[in-house]
């Protein structure tokens, strides 16, 4: 289930008096704002013997999620990324960011000796990242405790840590993602064009401003650029790439 952001002036292709191309964070105070309540069914076109197969695999992931819960585990993997963990409360129409650590992410990595091979993420505070300024393509290992959160496997507490620098790219660190979160913006343009980019943010959110209180997450831009579809930041790497192209 979701909450969509909806304004009645754009449903009817009005333009918005402040200009505003798509529904944001800006619009919490307008009488035109609404949100839209989305109930998802799941529909497969699985066979039945796929279909089986694919409940198999669930429920042995999820047998071996409960097995691994709270337990004090050794991991090992590269730095995918760093970002800064961002939440957000919504009173009264009104968002307020604030930060609460960093995230490390890795694309795959190794439990003891197995293989995992999906997204999972260190929650460090900034002390962590100061002392050892892991930056994308350093390879850590150390020993964390195993927890699950909405689907994102995330490792906390990180003790006996061993780190190989590979002097990967220069990433964020804590002044400029205080930056950041006093400027970024949520997301509402397509979300594929960001995939690769190191300025793409998860913002957790927390809405109080509905009967019941809603959890949910949106994708952030650290470059506060809400409108990905015209992303100047993409923009310029593409013309940077076809002069690159032009020059060869
Ligand atoms: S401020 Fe937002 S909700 Fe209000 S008219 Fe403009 S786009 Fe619509
Ligand atoms: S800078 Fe552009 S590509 Fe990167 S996250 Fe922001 S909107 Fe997306």
Redesign the pocket.
Same mark, same amino acid.
């Given at each position: 289930m979701e909450f969509l952001w909806k !304004?009645h002036?754009?449903d009817k292709g009005k333009k /918005?008096? +402040?200009n505003?191309k798509h529904?944001g964070r800006? /619009?919490f105070s !307008?009488k +035109?704002?609404y949100d839209e309540k989305m109930t998802y069914r799941p529909e497969t076109d699985l066979d039945g013997k796929s279909l089986k197969r694919f409940m198999d695999d669930l429920l042995e992931y999820r047998g071996w999620l409960d097995s691994m819960r709270g337990k004090n585990v050794r991991f090992g993997g590269t730095v995918a990324s760093v970002f800064p963990h961002l939440k957000m409360a919504i009173d009264n129409g009104q968002g307020r960011v604030y930060m609460d650590g960093f995230y490390i992410s890795f694309d795959s990595g190794y439990f003891d000796n197995n293989l995992f091979d999906d997204k999972i993420y260190l929650r460090v505070n900034g002390r962590f990242l100061c002392r050892t300024e892991a930056t994308p393509g350093d390879d850590l290992e150390f020993d964390a405790i195993f927890t699950e959160d909405r689907g994102r496997i995330i490792l906390r507490n990180p003790k006996k840590i061993e780190m190989t620098k590979n002097g990967g790219k220069e990433c964020i660190n804590i002044s400029r993602a205080q930056v950041a979160r006093a400027t970024g913006k949520i997301i509402v343009g397509s979300i594929e064009k960001c995939e690769d980019c190191s300025y793409c943010s998860l913002i957790d959110i927390e809405d109080r401003s509905r009967k019941e209180i809603s959890h949910y997450r949106r994708f952030y831009c650290l470059r506060g650029i809400s409108d990905s579809d015209n992303c100047p930041a993409r923009i310029e790497e593409i013309i940077r790439a076809e002069k690159r192209k032009i020059r060869f």
């Open positions: !304004c002036d754009l /918005c008096p +402040k505003f529904v800006g /619009c !307008c +035109k704002f």
